[in-house]
């Protein structure tokens, strides 16, 4: 199975900064999807961002951008200008569309944005 | 249709007693993904349907585990002689097709079903 490893367990930014959570993975597979998801405190799962594997080009969405660096097997998650409302748990999650339907999470970041 | 939905919200129950989750997913979608999550872990997977045909189970779904898809549409996840170690959100996702749909390969949550065994 495809593991998922998110090193960092706490992370804090200041408000309007910008802040930086790790993910990397072990896979053999060449074609697959990655993603970011966010889950507040006692709210559901939401997706911020996803990335398909063939595609070089870094996904973004307004202030969540990603660095795939798909030879070293890393997917960071950047997000720029924070706000209050960017505290959560993040997940990232890899999907194979080979190998059955599972998606593997990660442990997950806690985020803490200080005002 | 407002999202995956999920019921009860929390369930509190005594050890040895069956539980029952429902979970409505996106009208549209015909997967539909049962996983459960421990305080400061990650969802594990349990479980997959698509359409109706129950497709996948994970090693952690032991035999007092059992979810059913009946006609494709609800799911229900039942928990039978419930253990202390059964305590933890399970939450219900779902997905359309993987192709010429919008979202594809992207799961959709619910608010998930707290289990608390006393």
């Known amino acids: 199975a495809q593991t998922v490893t998110q090193s960092q367990p706490e992370m804090s930014v200041q408000e309007a900064e910008t802040v930086t959570l790790s993910c990397t993975y072990d896979t053999s597979e060449s074609d697959y999807y990655l993603f970011w998801y966010k889950q507040p405190p006692s709210r559901q799962m939401i997706l911020v961002i996803r990335q398909e594997a063939y595609k070089q080009q870094n996904a973004t969405e307004n202030r969540f951008s990603v660095n795939f660096q798909k030879a070293a097997k890393s997917f960071s998650l950047k997000i720029s200008d924070s706000q209050l409302g960017d505290a959560a748990m993040y997940f990232c999650a890899y999907r194979s569309p080979n190998t059955g339907n599972q998606f593997y999470f990660g442990t997950g970041t806690s985020l803490t944005v200080i005002p | 249709d407002t999202g995956v939905s999920q019921d009860p919200r929390h369930k509190i129950t005594k050890r040895g007693q069956n539980v029952t989750f429902r979970c409505d997913p996106i009208s549209e979608h015909n997967r539909l993904y049962w996983y459960r999550q421990t305080l400061g872990q990650g969802p594990e997977f349990l479980t997959y349907?698509?359409?109706?045909?129950?497709?996948?189970k994970s090693r952690l779904l032991s035999d007092r585990f059992s979810a059913e898809r009946p006609k494709g549409s609800f799911s229900t996840l039942e928990i039978q002689r419930t253990e202390q170690g059964d305590s933890a959100m399970y939450l219900c996702a779902s997905s359309p097709p993987p192709v010429g749909y919008p979202g594809a390969n992207v799961l959709t949550f619910g608010a998930g079903s707290r289990l608390t065994v006393l």
């Open positions: 349907f698509q359409n109706e045909a129950q497709l996948e």
